[in-house]
């Protein structure tokens, strides 16, 4: 393939034909869901300070803080020009973007990352073990996905926050919420959105879809430490503040591309407990034929 592409390349210069350039950081990655999920959403104000830049199948989330902007997850690397371009159709400069925080290191939420962090000069915020993933782009060797394959443009620079850990920027304040099971380097993040006087705790939730490749089982003595994880997430989101919820894939949280639904957050952790009891019963069962 890249013997066929260098003669492509040396052709059309030979020819006069106007060589294209090829940002590596921007090749899309095609999957059966990649047109769902960058299918085009107008970006749109929901509350005070937050936003939401991103698709109808992805959720990427800025956010004003008066002092600098902030990104919440990248989508996939062809999505990061519709990001920026979102961006500045709100009125914001994409250079004022100061953090683009990442919620679990996988290819459909960090593919862009690292274009949007060059095109900014933002620096790139997640957990320990979601900060190894970026800088490999790649899946973590225990990964239930890992059988997927594939690979991501790599993160260089990633500064890592810990469970609570506060991001300061302007006059808002950041929490990271530790939220392991759909990858173990999982983060959530939560901060209020103001107007006047009436404050909104806003809720950036990570993926708990409990999905792998084939092949993998949750039951298994590499899933253990999963199935912990999903437990503790879940009691996280029962017990964060949430008026706004937003998920990384807007059709976890119910219709639409955010939630404002009393008990949003509870009702995103009870959906991946059902579906996380379904899927250990369903591996009981194959175990016992």
């Given at each position: 393939?890249?013997?066929?592409?260098?003669?492509?390349?040396?052709?059309a210069?030979?020819?006069?034909?106007?060589?294209?350039?090829?940002?590596?950081?921007?090749?899309?990655?095609?999957t059966?869901?990649?047109?769902?999920?960058?299918?085009?959403?107008?970006?749109?104000?929901?509350?005070?300070?937050?936003?939401?830049?991103?698709?109808?199948?992805?959720?990427?989330?800025?956010?004003?803080?008066?002092?600098?902007?902030?990104?919440?997850?990248?989508?996939?690397?062809?999505?990061?020009p519709?990001?920026?371009?979102?961006?500045?159709?709100?009125?914001f400069?994409?250079?004022?973007?100061?953090?683009?925080?990442?919620?679990?290191?996988?290819?459909?939420?960090?593919?862009g990352?690292?274009?949007l962090?060059?095109?900014?000069?933002?620096?790139?915020?997640?957990?320990?073990?979601?900060?190894?993933?970026?800088?490999?782009?790649?899946?973590?060797?225990?990964?239930?996905?890992?059988?997927y394959?594939?690979?991501?443009?790599?993160?260089?620079?990633?500064?890592?926050?810990?469970?609570?850990?506060?991001?300061?920027?302007?006059?808002?304040?950041?929490?990271?919420?530790a939220?392991?099971g759909?990858?173990?380097?999982?983060?959530?993040?939560?901060?209020?959105?103001?107007?006047?006087?009436?404050?909104?705790?806003?809720?950036?939730?990570?993926?708990?879809?409990?999905?792998?490749?084939?092949?993998?089982?949750?039951?298994?003595?590499?899933?253990?430490?999963?199935?912990?994880?999903?437990?503790?997430?879940?009691?996280k989101?029962?017990?964060?503040?949430?008026?706004?919820?937003?998920?990384?894939?807007?059709?976890?949280?119910?219709?639409?591309?955010?939630?404002?639904?009393?008990?949003?957050?509870?009702?995103?952790?009870?959906?991946?407990?059902?579906?996380?009891?379904?899927?250990?019963?369903?591996?009981?069962?194959?175990?016992?034929?």
């Amino acid at each position: 393939m890249i013997e066929v592409m260098s003669l492509f390349l040396w052709l059309a210069g030979a020819g006069g034909t106007p060589v294209p350039a090829i940002d590596p950081l921007t090749q899309p990655i095609e999957t059966s869901r990649s047109a769902e999920w960058l299918a085009p959403a107008e970006p749109e104000k929901i509350f005070g300070n937050t936003y939401l830049v991103g698709f109808a199948g992805l959720s990427v989330a800025l956010i004003d803080t008066g002092d600098g902007l902030v990104l919440v997850d990248g989508a996939l690397p062809q999505a990061a020009p519709a990001i920026l371009a979102n961006v500045r159709k709100l009125g914001f400069d994409p250079q004022d973007i100061k953090y683009i925080l990442s919620t679990e290191p996988h290819f459909d939420h960090a593919g862009g990352l690292a274009a949007l962090a060059r095109d900014t000069g933002a620096a790139v915020v997640a957990s320990v073990r979601g900060a190894e993933g970026l800088r490999s782009g790649r899946h973590a060797a225990d990964d239930p996905q890992l059988g997927y394959g594939g690979s991501w443009p790599a993160v260089a620079n990633v500064r890592t926050m810990k469970d609570g850990e506060v991001l300061r920027l302007g006059t808002t304040a950041i929490t990271a919420i530790a939220t392991p099971g759909h990858t173990m380097g999982s983060m959530s993040w939560t901060w209020q959105a103001c107007e006047g006087r009436v404050c909104k705790a806003v809720v950036f939730a990570s993926s708990l879809n409990p999905v792998s490749a084939d092949g993998y089982r949750f039951t298994s003595r590499a899933g253990k430490p999963f199935i912990k994880g999903f437990e503790a997430s879940y009691r996280k989101m029962d017990a964060v503040p949430c008026d706004i919820l937003i998920s990384a894939h807007p059709d976890n949280a119910g219709n639409g591309r955010y939630s404002e639904k009393a008990g949003a957050c509870r009702a995103y952790a009870d959906r991946s407990r059902r579906a996380l009891a379904r899927r250990l019963a369903s591996e009981r069962v194959e175990t016992q034929k």
